[in-house]
């Protein structure tokens, strides 16, 4: 026999319905999740190639290269580097959802949009940029791209060259919001909520 004072065996008795109530969760989650818009992403990367200078090991050549890339990332987020993105011919990018909105909400989204990140141990800088529309995704991340390596030296200097190693690649399905992990979330809360309340009554 059960005893019902246990929290375990209450947990026990309870198990289809604790399971249920994280289901639910779940679907509302990922209901919830279709609110925001769903955006691609297309990722492009770029090598960071520091000039070597004779009895330098490629190990210590590759930390550079990494040494510069996170500088880069900071710079990446700023208006400046934005501006040499638009600059960028032969990509027919609707940019009035930037200029509509004042300058801290244009920055914002800039961020948002573009995430940049270092490959380390490669020095390979990887170029994400996320849109609703995957040729947009790619556009923006093509562009900004080709802006690093032609205008990335006003970062760096002079002894560092950039180069495109892999075009961009937008996903096949939207990745923000995550609708797995989302998922996953209400469900572990949905079940940990109704678990509690199962144990203490």
Do not use: C
């Not at 890339?69 to 710079?75: E, P, R, S």
């Not at 930037?98 to 020095?123: A, C, D, H, I």
């Not at 940029?129 to 200097?157: P, Q």
């Amino acid at each position: 026999m059960f005893n019902i004072h246990n929290p375990l065996e209450r947990l026990h008795r309870r198990f289809k319905l604790i399971f249920l109530v994280g289901i639910l969760v779940a679907l509302l989650s990922v209901g919830f999740t279709f609110v925001f818009p769903l955006e691609y992403r297309a990722d492009a990367q770029v090598l960071i190639i520091s000039k070597s200078n004779s009895g330098i090991d490629p190990y210590t050549l590759v930390r550079s290269a990494e040494r510069v890339g996170d500088n880069v990332i900071q710079v990446m987020k700023t208006d400046d580097f934005y501006q040499k993105v638009k600059a960028q011919k032969n990509y027919d990018i609707d940019w009035t959802v930037f200029e509509s909105k004042g300058e801290r909400e244009k920055r914002k989204l800039w961020q948002k949009t573009l995430v940049p990140s270092v490959v380390y141990g490669t020095g390979v800088l990887n170029i994400s940029t996320f849109n609703t529309n995957s040729d947009t995704a790619v556009k923006l991340a093509a562009a900004s791209a080709d802006a690093l390596v032609a205008r990335g030296w006003e970062y760096v200097g002079g002894d560092v060259t950039m180069k495109v190693v892999n075009n961009p690649i937008a996903t096949r399905w939207p990745v923000r919001p995550n609708l797995v992990l989302n998922a996953l979330l209400g469900f572990v809360v949905g079940t940990l909520l109704m678990g509690l309340l199962v144990v203490r009554k």
